[in-house]
């Protein structure tokens, strides 16, 4: 039961009647959210085979529509696409709507790693020339990234690695089924038709 304390007397918000969303309907809407990028994701794997420096003129937009989907639409909805279809949303703690703060904090670690991950990949592409880069199959120019990418991208992967797999584990053992960027900004994951208890303003006296 979360407390808010004003002049003279406090307020109780009840948060028993939220119905938290547990892994099933959150992978689900990870899924949709997969299905709904699909289109985006195969222009960027056809970009990248027909134009070397296509990474780099889609980087800035890339960052734009991550924002736009992430931020903006949890903003505006209660959640993406995806956790819109499955009947969840993302909620403060009190069960009130999330703000730009809440939406921007929850994306913030994939939003640095995502970033580091184009960089680490985008830096290659300046180190190869056109007829080589084009010379190459799919795996065979990937590997050859790799090879040309910065000593940190091993790191950097191992990291993401740690990153995903730490979420699961945090949002498997908790009552709330918060994950870790849950608890970075002060967010919740419900079912759309559960609602916090309108507050009940109660005597000092009485509560003591």
């Known amino acids: 039961m979360a407390q808010l304390f004003s002049l003279g007397d406090f307020t109780l918000m009840n948060t028993d009647t939220l119905r938290y969303a547990g892994f099933g309907p959150r992978l689900a809407s990870l899924l949709l959210d997969f299905i709904i990028m699909l289109p985006l994701m195969a222009l960027s794997f056809w970009g990248s085979a027909q134009f070397r420096l296509f990474e780099v003129y889609y980087f800035v937009p890339g960052i734009v529509f991550g924002l736009f989907y992430s931020v903006y639409l949890v903003r505006r909805f209660g959640g993406t696409p995806g956790k819109l279809m499955v009947g969840i949303r993302i909620r403060k703690l009190d069960g009130e709507p999330v703000g730009y703060r809440e939406a921007f904090l929850r994306y913030l670690p994939d939003f640095i790693l ?3 991950m184009s960089i680490a990949f985008i830096i290659p592409v300046f180190h190869m020339t056109d007829a080589e880069y084009h010379s190459l199959a799919f795996m065979e120019r990937t590997k050859r990234m790799v090879e040309l990418a910065p ?11 740690a990153w995903v797999w730490g979420e699961l584990l945090v949002l498997l053992t908790n009552r709330k089924r918060r994950a870790i960027h849950d608890f970075i900004a002060g967010t919740v994951v419900v079912h759309a038709s559960s609602k916090a208890t309108p507050p009940v303003v109660a005597d000092p006296a009485v509560s003591a």
């Open 151 to 161: 000593s940190w991208y091993k790191p950097l992967q191992w990291i993401q690695t």
């Open 114 to 116: 995502g970033i580091l």
